[in-house]
């Protein structure tokens, strides 16, 4: 599976999910209630910035700290349509691969990209910068079983049927 | 793992399927979780008994969005039938589902909260995860797990004076940073762990998390044993490492050699002695959380609270984590200490540790807590700084009105 981007670079190492949604915010359920407070502990500006159809590039041990689910709900809900990164924290990236939200460790990525650069993410391994390919490691066979569900969800529903 | 998944071996990286003991969430990560699992066509949940709702992140509701996220989640609970916790009858989800006998070793909690890690304590696997894990967890009783590697941390000696759990978990995370523990899971061994109360067991396996980790396990011991003493809700068996167990990594700390530690703003790793911080102005403390608003934090805030006064330019925040604890406190006098120092008490709540109400941070100010995370803006205004510290130091720093080592004022 294929999904492309436009690249917006968010620089730092171990970005939490407090700054990316603070904790006066999680009085809300309903995603497109979430989505106007994404960032906003960060950098509120950035989500001006958000084309339809952005892939955020981050650097290490992203998502750190709160399982809060409202921040990729959020990502979402802004039309981001998924991270690349040097490396994650594992609730976040649990979460990001759970909502469908295509997810990627590639550091020669991350090296690459700037603000506006066109992004492919390869589920089968590998991340494409302006064309050029970078090999990320292959996800896991369950993993790639769940994105092609379209999430954990539809990969739930399918057994809840049975 | 082995005993909760259908696997006969299991290799660190390994994705296999898990099943739950008990599956828990809150007012924040419950009704999102029920959207999810109605959109999973799911109408029951898997096993009503295994399933414990608790209200406690917006506790009382802070607005109109909050009360009805409880509402929510108190209708829910009932329309299922599983357990639910509400205003007035329990308190902080972590230190109460162990007050209430849910978690025993060898058991398997998946949690809708990150610091479900603190189940560690009593020789679980608690595990933090989002709303969308939890609802299949509702719905089919299990979750996705990549198997983790495992950090052994030995502990040897005895906490030196004015040092306790927390310090430990801070001298952890002092050297392996808030990314050394991601897809490892944080064992504590050896007589330094055998060494600290079930109370500092919380506080250690509470910020396993914080190191990236899924889980922070101790062994379950004599303690462990005696705190379950006719409150554990299943019958349970010890488990530890083989002989032979392979670690990612083994980390040495000797307690006799720490001194009260402090994470300064903004990232949980940040660790310092508290002597290399002493002298910062304090404009609030707040004593309580998932893991520090036990009988022992209290009583270690008591110790140096009582009979002193709260430093006029400091505001102190207490928070006992449970109903329980509030009425032990009280019933030995401690609540009254602090109110007659200047500190207020408040109901079990989460409060103010994730900038949730009931005592947030204005810009350009600094506090001094004993909860888990200081990232910008986790209490309140992002120009805030958060320090911490366990209860000694939280209190010394009350009366101080600085940060202060707690002998400065004993």
Same mark, same amino acid.
């Given at each position: 599976m294929r999904v492309e981007g436009v690249a917006l670079r968010v620089h730092g190492d171990d970005v939490d999910t407090d700054v990316m949604y603070p904790g006066a915010f999680l009085n809300v359920e309903d995603p497109e209630e979430m989505a106007p407070h994404l960032f906003e502990?960060?950098?509120?500006?950035?989500?001006? %910035?958000?084309?339809?159809?952005?892939?955020?590039?981050?650097?290490?041990?992203?998502?750190?700290?709160?399982?809060?689910?409202?921040?990729?709900?959020?990502?979402?809900?802004?039309?981001?349509?998924?991270?690349? $990164?040097? *490396?994650?924290? %594992?609730?976040f990236f649990r979460n990001c691969v759970n909502l469908g939200l295509a997810i990627a460790r590639c550091p020669e990525a991350v090296d690459a990209a700037g603000d506006g650069s066109r992004v492919v993410i390869d589920t089968e391994g590998a991340v494409e910068v302006d064309g050029t390919r970078y090999a990320a490691p292959a996800a896991p066979p369950f993993l790639l079983e769940l994105g092609a569900a379209g999430g954990l969800v539809e990969w739930t529903a399918s057994r809840v049927a049975r | 793992m082995l005993a909760h998944c259908d696997a006969d071996e299991l290799r660190p990286g390994d994705v296999v399927t898990v099943r739950c003991d008990v599956v828990m969430a809150n007012d924040v990560s419950g009704p999102v979780a029920f959207r999810a699992m109605e959109r999973m066509g799911a109408t029951r949940v898997f096993d009503p008994d295994r399933v414990v709702m608790v209200a406690d992140h917006f506790m009382?509701?802070?607005?109109?969005?909050?009360? @009805?996220?409880?509402?929510?989640?108190? %209708?829910?609970?009932?329309?299922?039938?599983?357990?639910?916790?509400?205003?007035?009858?329990?308190?902080?989800?972590?230190?109460?589902?162990? @007050?209430?006998?849910?978690?025993?070793?060898?058991?398997?909690?998946?949690?809708?909260?990150?610091?479900?890690?603190?189940?560690?304590?009593?020789?679980?696997?608690?595990? $933090?995860?989002? *709303?969308?894990?939890?609802?299949?967890?509702?719905? +089919?009783g299990s979750f996705w797990q990549a198997v983790p590697e495992t950090i052994l941390v030995e502990l040897t000696g005895r906490p030196a004076e004015y040092v306790t759990g927390k310090d430990v978990i801070l001298a952890v995370l002092a050297e392996i940073g808030v990314g050394g523990g991601t897809n490892a899971? +944080?064992?504590?061994?050896?007589?330094?762990? @055998?060494?600290?109360?079930?109370?500092?067991?919380?506080?250690?396996?509470?910020?396993?998390? @914080?190191?990236?980790?899924?889980?922070?396990?101790?062994p379950a011991d004599e303690k462990v044993a005696a705190y379950l003493e006719g409150r554990a809700r299943r019958e349970w068996r010890a488990e530890r490492s083989d002989e032979d167990a392979e670690f990612r990594r083994r980390?040495?700390?000797?307690?006799?050699?720490?001194?009260? +530690?402090?994470?300064?703003?903004?990232?949980?790793? #940040?660790?310092?002695?508290?002597?290399?911080?002493?002298?910062?102005?304090?404009?609030?403390?707040?004593? $309580? #959380?998932?893991?520090?608003?036990?009988?022992?934090?209290? %009583?270690?805030?008591?110790?140096?609270?009582?009979?002193?006064?709260?430093?006029?330019?400091?505001?102190?925040?207490?928070?006992?984590?449970?109903?329980?604890?509030?009425? /032990?406190?009280?019933? /030995?006098?401690?609540?009254?200490?602090?109110?007659?120092?200047?500190?207020?008490v408040s109901t079990p709540t989460c409060g103010a540790c994730f900038g949730g109400s009931n005592g947030a941070l204005a810009a350009g100010e600094t506090a001094v807590t004993t909860t888990n995370r200081n990232f910008r803006g986790r209490m309140g205004s992002p120009e805030a700084g958060v320090h911490l510290a366990n209860a000694w130091v939280a209190a010394a720093a009350a009366v101080a009105g600085e940060l202060v080592h707690p002998r400065e004022i004993a």
């Open positions: 502990g960060f950098d509120p500006s950035l989500r001006e %910035r958000l084309a339809n159809g952005t892939i955020l590039v981050v650097d290490a041990n992203f998502g750190i700290g709160s399982s809060r689910e409202h921040v990729p709900l959020a990502m979402k809900a802004n039309g981001i349509r998924g991270v690349v $990164g040097r *490396s994650f924290a %594992r609730i | 009382p509701a802070k607005d109109a969005k909050s009360a @009805e996220l409880q509402q929510r989640l108190q %209708r829910w609970s009932e329309a299922q039938g599983v357990s639910y916790y509400g205003q007035g009858r329990g308190g902080i989800e972590h230190t109460l589902l162990c @007050e209430e006998g849910w978690i025993t070793p060898g058991a398997v909690i998946a949690g809708g909260d990150s610091h479900t890690c603190t189940y560690g304590a009593l020789g679980a696997f608690g595990t $933090g995860l989002g *709303s969308t894990d939890i609802a299949s967890c509702l719905a +089919l899971v +944080l064992e504590f061994a050896g007589p330094g762990a @055998e060494a600290l109360s079930v109370d500092e067991r919380l506080a250690v396996a509470n910020m396993a998390v @914080e190191a990236g980790s899924e889980a922070g396990i101790f980390l040495a700390i000797e307690l006799d050699g720490l001194e009260p +530690l402090v994470a300064l703003p903004h990232l949980p790793g #940040n660790v310092v002695p508290v002597s290399a911080a002493a002298g910062v102005p304090v404009d609030q403390v707040y004593i $309580g #959380n998932c893991a520090n608003g036990t009988m022992t934090d209290l %009583r270690q805030a008591a110790s140096i609270l009582g009979g002193r006064r709260v430093h006029p330019r400091t505001r102190a925040i207490v928070v006992p984590a449970t109903q329980a604890i509030w009425r /032990e406190a009280a019933a /030995e006098g401690l609540l009254d200490a602090f109110v007659e120092a200047g500190a207020i």
